[in-house]
């Protein structure tokens, strides 16, 4: 009897210990593999117009309207509203009593989409970010009745139009960050457009496969040392 109870108890545990291991080895199997990865330099961000195909539907639109010749931009009033070149845009009209710049109540109402605004007899310039709607945390109202003093500060204009080719004829490359302007339609398509820098060819929406952002001036040198050395051997 005692040696039958021995087998018994003997079995119970190898039973016990193989139903165990096996959930051990089965939630093992189900866990991801994992290889670490040493450290190392953060992966840049890639630059990209992810706006301009969003907005896609938009680009036929642009290509078929009119130039209205009575209300265009131009490049002059474009950085005159900013601070310096590249700055977000100061909002050059008054605003709703008690707004809060919250951009689906106020500002996506007209510069969502442009269009012609009678108010102050201009297009609205669209905006290439119009999932970002707590616009005033950047744009901020034009104030000057407040007192200020001036500052011989002097603004640092990009690249004029025509002078950032590489070649007489080749597409000109982008003078700016992409960042914050993923949309290149909202500024270089549709009568809101400064007049400069407004494309003919709006329906090509891939702007990146021939305009390539502008190399810093350090990577530049680099750039054509290596050239000049490949060439000469």
Same mark, same amino acid.
């Given at each position: /009897? ?39 330099? *953060?992966?840049?961000?890639?630059? +990209? ?30 950085y005159n509203n900013r601070a310096f070149s590249g700055a977000p845009p100061s909002i050059p009209h008054p605003l ?74 080749? *597409? ?7 960042? /914050?302007?993923?949309?290149?339609? +909202?500024?270089?398509?549709? *009568? ?21 952002? /502008? ?9 054509? +040392? ?8």
């Amino acid at each position: /009897m005692k040696k039958r109870l021995g087998f018994i108890s003997l079995f119970t545990l190898l039973f016990i210990g193989f139903i165990l291991n096996w959930g051990y080895s089965y939630k093992q199997g189900l866990e991801n593999a994992y290889i670490p990865v040493p450290d190392a330099e *953060p992966t840049p961000i890639i630059p +990209s117009e992810r706006g301009v195909f969003l907005r896609s539907e938009m680009a036929l639109d642009y290509a078929k309207m009119p130039v209205d010749e009575n209300h265009q931009r131009s490049m002059k009033t474009y950085y005159n509203n900013r601070a310096f070149s590249g700055a977000p845009p100061s909002i050059p009209h008054p605003l709703l009593k008690g707004e809060r710049g919250m951009g689906g109540k106020a500002c996506l109402q007209c510069h969502q989409n442009g269009g012609f605004t009678e108010q102050f007899n201009a297009y609205a310039p669209v905006t290439p970010h119009p999932e970002m709607i707590n616009c005033r945390q950047c744009h901020v109202a034009e104030n000057t009745n407040t007192v200020f003093k001036g500052t011989d500060f002097v603004k640092v204009i990009t690249a004029k139009v025509g002078t950032n080719n590489a070649l007489l004829g080749s *597409p000109p490359v982008i003078p700016h960050q992409i960042q /914050m302007r993923e949309n290149c339609l +909202s500024c270089h398509a549709g *009568p809101a457009a400064p007049k400069e820098i407004r494309v003919t060819h709006p329906e090509r929406i891939n702007c990146r496969q021939c305009h390539v952002p /502008m190399l810093e001036n350090s990577k530049l040198t680099d750039l054509f +040392s290596r050239t000049k050395n490949v060439t000469n051997e």
